[in-house]
């Protein structure tokens, strides 16, 4: 009976530390190493995944070396890097006798921590670009008069080079001169309306303003790889050429509307997926 009732206390001990509720040792990189192992040996897939997960939010050491100085971006370096068995040298000290379960803790804590700051950075900045986008609406329909006539992309080749030339002709009816404009070129098939590339085209009127009334045909080549001649475009029929007025500037330098370019679009774009992103940790 003795016997019996020693084996069931020893296989009773054994089940109380196994899996999440053993203990890391940290005093030795090899020791680190083996209870590690012995933790995820023991342990279930789920419980597995969640112990990787804070392992690797407990190893960095400054969120600074994300994106942003965030978390986000922080844990996507760290998790494209190295395993957490791989970081023994970060995490030896700070989880040196804690269970699988304390650790878990341990980084949903800070997870949601600096989740909880980058948030708000990031709010207070899509409040800010969310103002400067209505008031560029607001100030939009000054460019109105300013149209674009005819626009039109040709490729041509010179030699083993691709080179792109677009023409189009601007037009001034505004009441104002103009000295620089801000453009924006889209090119879409024109089948399926989707486009293939678009970037800025950004002409100063270097020679003599554009007065009141007055028009301007331009005809710009670009050779840059990767751009307007891409193989995507150069290769399809087909293609829509449109350009898009964004912004001018008058006589005194001064622009015309809020600015609030291509690039804050796009900056709005990426705040909004972090926010979910955050917004998703913090609910974990």
Do not use: H
């Not at 040996?41 to 600074?64: F, P, T, Y």
């Not at 370096?77 to 379960?101: F, H, N, Y």
């Amino acid at each position: 009976m003795k016997s019996i009732l020693s084996i069931l206390v020893a296989l009773t001990l054994a089940a109380c530390t196994s899996g999440l509720d053993r203990k890391i040792d940290g005093s030795t990189e090899k020791s680190f190493d083996t209870s590690l192992a012995n933790m995820k040996k023991s342990a279930k897939a789920e419980d597995i995944a969640r112990l990787d997960d804070a392992l690797l939010v407990l190893a960095i050491s400054n969120v600074s070396i994300g994106f942003e100085g965030g978390i986000l971006g922080a844990m996507k370096k760290i998790s494209g890097s190295k395993s957490p068995e791989q970081l023994a040298d970060q995490l030896m000290s700070i989880i040196d006798g804690m269970t699988g379960r304390e650790i878990i803790k341990a980084g949903q804590k800070r997870k949601k921590d600096e989740a909880t700051k980058q948030l708000a950075k990031v709010e207070t900045e899509i409040a800010k670009l969310t103002a400067l986008r209505e008031e560029y609406a607001g100030t939009r329909g000054i460019l109105a008069p300013i149209r674009i006539l005819e626009p039109a992309l040709r490729f041509n080749s010179v030699g083993s080079q691709k080179m792109s030339v677009m023409t189009f002709t601007i037009s001034n009816g505004s009441d104002i001169g103009l000295t620089y404009l801000y453009l924006r070129g889209t090119v879409t098939d024109a089948a399926t309306g989707k486009a293939l590339f678009s970037d800025d085209i950004n002409y100063k009127l270097s020679a003599a303003p554009l007065l009141p009334g007055e028009s301007k045909t331009l005809r710009l080549p670009n050779s840059a790889p990767g751009k307007w001649n891409a193989a995507d475009i150069w290769d399809r029929e087909n293609l829509a050429f449109n350009i898009a007025v964004v912004n001018a500037e008058n006589l005194a330098g001064q622009k015309l509307a809020a600015s609030f370019t291509q690039k804050d679009v796009e900056r709005v774009a990426l705040l909004e997926a972090n926010k979910q992103a955050l917004t998703q940790m913090l609910a974990e």
